[in-house]
């Protein structure tokens, strides 16, 4: 069984930036995949990226590619999602989750945290 806990979310000013982190327990390895994902009121989850165990692969959302990063610090077994350039579009409870399937399909992922919000505002 996986555990996944996100923190870092809050209220920031378009144009500004946050790091979210997602802290994960219990068994993981290197078959593990990792991805983060978003929800804004009234629309459905949004698939945001990918990262793959070595943090080497990586894959993002057209709506995000150029502004969002996704890293992995193995030490700490932990997965980041920095945020920078952000919009009032980028609202929405973001989620980290795992996979030892496919981390490119979002229908993968089976391990899933709390969720952390994101509010940016205009």
Excluded: H
Excluded at 16 to 45: I, M
Excluded at 65 to 79: E, L, M, P, Q, Y
Excluded at 83 to 108: F, I, Q
């Amino acid at each position: 069984q996986v555990q996944l806990v996100e923190s870092g979310g809050g209220l920031v000013q378009a144009g500004g930036s946050l790091r979210l982190s997602c802290a994960a327990s219990g068994r993981t390895d290197s078959s593990y995949g990792w991805g983060w994902f978003r929800q804004a009121p009234g629309k459905e989850r949004e698939f945001v990226g990918s990262i793959n165990w070595r943090g080497m692969y990586t894959y993002y959302a057209d709506s995000v590619k150029g502004r969002f990063t996704i890293s992995r610090d193995n030490a700490k077994n932990t997965v980041y999602l920095q945020m920078n350039s952000l919009k009032p579009e980028d609202t929405a409870v973001y989620y980290c989750a795992a996979t030892r399937g496919n981390r490119y399909d979002p229908d993968e992922y089976n391990y899933w945290g709390q969720g952390t919000q994101v509010t940016v505002s205009s």
